[in-house]
């Protein structure tokens, strides 16, 4: 008996010195309620600079509205008050976007979530307690300037009509591009861009949630494109040199290939091996695996330094109402002769259709247009274009390679401008042929955007809008390109 009361006695000397240990500062005790709650707080950018909340399963959706700055994501921290654990962030896929495990409390980390509109996630908070304890919060996101896009989150052929949806601005709703140059301006919010290849854009206005401050919200528009790399780091080689270029983003068997030396590559698939012994440009065009875009990729491959005589600015392809039209620019010429136009509807057999004449020897900037008034009413799909320059003496190279999707029901749209040349205001009739957007841009010589305006077309017929002066600050030359869907026409306008 006497050891029976020895053991209990020596068991609670135990027991009180264990509990002594954690009431005198040694840390709270696993599996106490004050280290367990598994509640948290987040801090993210507000019209007060910063604000804090703190969540926990009580919380039923609720909804968090913040300031954008203009990346395309919004900058969160999360603090933590109780013992150790993990947080994770699911989307509403329930693909984990974040995670962070934290072996004690308190624990403050800082992470980003992508986000252009109001967007729900789930927030789990894992707390390693006696008893794990898991706090799942959906919590919804939402900027108070918000850009939604036509094409959701879904890639686009390039040069596709997309629309912009900005809400939650207060006054001029502003459109850039990503290099801060402004594409348009309205009090819609609504506007239409046409990516050639994935771009981001920045729309910014006033909003009422973060006071007189001005905030950005940015979304980024993806396009179904056609890549191209060689195996050669910097892309200069010597003369005669093997190198390997791969074609991605298509269909093996279905590329096309052409080099602007004139050497003929009868191979379709996404890999050939080429020997340049001049500076070369190559060109794969096709039709991408998704989306079934037709595109083209060019990638030059420089050879001991050695300049192409010509050097291009700028060439594309566009449908201008009736026929194709081509425009080109060169910054710089030397023994410029001629450049002869080629037409090709199977991308392989290229026949000339037309000829410019070169510009000499120069080094300002020179600009040429061809319109295609020779192809057949009957021609439908494809067709590619190229550019072969010619020396004066007699040797010439060729120009990337071009591609134009002709549209069906070819006939009917139609832009003129009057008068021209205009003095002081200029008035534009587009032949419409249907109901939709029709947006109208201006252009310098240079190359300068100057305005860009989209209308809505009530429908077939007549539309008729008058240009503001501020879109031809001076007397000079412009460009203005209308576009209606798929199709697009380009007028040289003059202002004395």
């Known amino acids: 008996m006497k050891n029976k009361y020895a053991f209990l006695t020596f068991f609670l000397f135990l027991?009180?010195?264990?509990?002594?240990?954690?009431?005198?500062?040694?840390?709270q005790a696993p599996g106490t309620s004050e280290n367990c709650s598994g509640q948290f707080d987040l801090t993210y950018p507000s019209g007060a600079g910063v604000t804090t909340r703190t969540f926990n399963n009580g919380n039923s959706n609720p909804v968090v509205t913040y300031c954008p700055d203009g990346t395309g994501s919004i900058a969160l921290t999360v603090t933590e008050t109780s013992t150790g654990g993990s947080f994770t962030v699911k989307n509403a896929a329930g693909t984990t976007l974040y995670t962070n495990v934290f072996p004690t409390a308190p624990a403050t980390f800082t992470f980003s979530l992508p986000i252009?509109?109001?967007?729900?996630?789930?927030?789990i908070n894992t707390i390693n307690c006696n008893n794990p304890k898991t706090i799942s919060v959906e919590l919804t996101l939402a900027p108070s300037?918000?850009?939604?896009?036509?094409?959701?989150?879904?890639?686009?052929?390039?040069?596709?009509?997309?629309?912009l949806t900005a809400t939650g601005g207060t006054g001029t709703y502003t459109l850039r591009d990503a290099n801060g140059a402004i594409l348009g301006t309205n009090n819609s919010g609504i506007f239409t861009v046409y990516p050639g290849t994935t771009t981001s854009y920045t729309i910014e206005n006033t909003t009422a949630d973060c006071g007189a401050n001005t905030v950005t919200q940015r979304i980024t528009v993806a396009t179904n494109n056609l890549t191209l790399t060689s195996n050669d780091a910097d892309n200069t080689v010597s003369s005669g040199t093997a190198v390997i270029l791969t074609a991605g983003g298509g269909t093996a068997g279905g590329y096309t290939w052409t080099a602007s030396d004139g050497t003929a590559i009868t191979s379709t698939g996404s890999q050939v091996t080429v020997n340049p012994r001049v500076t070369t440009q190559y060109t794969v065009s096709g039709r991408t695996a998704i989306g079934n875009c037709p595109t083209s990729a060019s990638l030059t491959i420089t050879v001991n330094a050695v300049i192409l005589p010509v050097e291009f600015a700028s060439f594309t392809a566009v449908w201008a109402g009736k026929a194709p039209q081509l425009s080109w620019a060169t910054a710089?010429?030397?023994?410029?002769?001629?450049?002869?136009?080629?037409?090709?509807?199977?991308?392989?057999?290229?026949a000339a259709i037309g000829q410019r004449a070169g510009a000499g020897s120069t080094t300002t900037r020179n600009e040429y247009q061809y319109s295609d008034l020779?192809?057949?009413?009957?021609?439908a799909g494809t067709v590619y274009y190229r550019l072969r320059q010619v020396n004066t003496d007699g040797t010439f190279s060729y120009s990337a390679v071009k591609t134009l999707l002709i549209p069906t029901g070819k006939a009917g749209f139609k832009a003129t401008a009057f008068p021209n040349p205009f003095e002081t205001s200029v008035s534009v009739e587009v032949e419409a042929l249907g109901a939709g957007a029709i947006t109208y841009t201006v252009h310098d010589v240079l190359g300068k955007q100057l305005l860009l305006?989209?209308?809505?077309?009530?429908?077939?017929?007549?539309?008729?809008?008058?240009?503001p002066q501020s879109a031809t600050p001076r007397a000079g030359v412009y460009y203005l390109t209308v576009h209606q869907g798929n199709q697009q026409q380009v007028l040289r306008i003059s202002r004395k």
């Open 15 to 27: 027991v009180g010195t264990v509990t002594s240990g954690y009431s005198q500062g040694q840390g």
């Open 116 to 123: 252009s509109s109001q967007t729900t996630y789930t927030f």
């Open 332 to 350: 710089s010429e030397k023994n410029s002769a001629s450049f002869v136009i080629e037409r090709s509807l199977d991308g392989l057999t290229f």
């Open 453 to 467: 305006r989209t209308v809505a077309a009530s429908g077939v017929g007549l539309q008729k809008i008058n240009l």
């Open 145 to 163: 300037l918000a850009i939604t896009s036509s094409a959701g989150n879904n890639a686009v052929c390039p040069l596709t009509a997309v629309t």
């Open 374 to 379: 020779s192809l057949s009413s009957s021609v």
